[in-house]
């Protein structure tokens, strides 16, 4: 469970640089935050935990548990391809526009948050139902 959390660590140090935020740049850092929260506890709650005879504990994501993990991830692979082409690239200009984004650094930080937010909701939860009793 501690190399997810340093690669996070990681990715924030290489991608979460000082701004200031203005306009509704929270709103959607908040709103993507909690989105990964969301896909990383139900992740976590839909894995399987068991401990192997009296050996470690184990974790398996099944369908759906993994389905949500590649959902997260792959939102934010297809919006950073789709928003770096020309269309795609007018098109989140003209949203933020009218939802008054202030800045690429405000999206950069709310798709960064939302793999943080995963990650870290996911781990907890499997490190919770790893110290349940009688596992």
């Given at each position: 469970?501690?190399?997810?959390?340093?690669?996070?660590?990681?990715?924030?140090?290489?991608?979460?640089?000082?701004?200031n935020?203005?306009?509704?740049?929270?709103?959607?850092?908040g709103?993507?935050?909690?989105?990964?929260?969301?896909?990383?506890?139900?992740?976590?709650?839909?894995?399987?935990?068991?401990?192997?005879?009296?050996?470690?504990?184990?974790?398996?994501?099944?369908?759906?548990?993994?389905?949500?993990?590649?959902?997260?991830m792959?939102?934010?692979?297809?919006?950073?391809?789709?928003?770096?082409?020309?269309?795609?690239?007018?098109?989140?200009?003209?949203?933020?526009?009218?939802?008054?984004?202030?800045?690429?650094?405000?999206?950069?930080?709310?798709?960064?948050?939302?793999?943080?937010?995963e990650?870290?909701?996911?781990?907890?939860?499997?490190?919770?139902?790893?110290?349940?009793?009688?596992?």
């Amino acid at each position: 469970m501690f190399l997810p959390v340093v690669l996070v660590g990681v990715a924030c140090l290489n991608y979460l640089k000082r701004f200031n935020p203005g306009g509704n740049d929270i709103v959607l850092i908040g709103v993507l935050a909690a989105a990964g929260v969301t896909l990383g506890l139900l992740s976590g709650l839909l894995a399987e935990v068991w401990r192997r005879g009296d050996g470690p504990v184990v974790a398996w994501a099944g369908g759906t548990a993994a389905a949500l993990w590649v959902a997260g991830m792959g939102f934010r692979f297809a919006f950073a391809v789709w928003a770096s082409t020309g269309s795609g690239g007018a098109d989140v200009g003209r949203f933020s526009a009218v939802h008054a984004i202030s800045s690429a650094r405000a999206w950069t930080t709310a798709l960064v948050v939302i793999g943080v937010g995963e990650v870290l909701a996911r781990v907890a939860v499997l490190q919770l139902r790893r110290a349940r009793p009688g596992l």
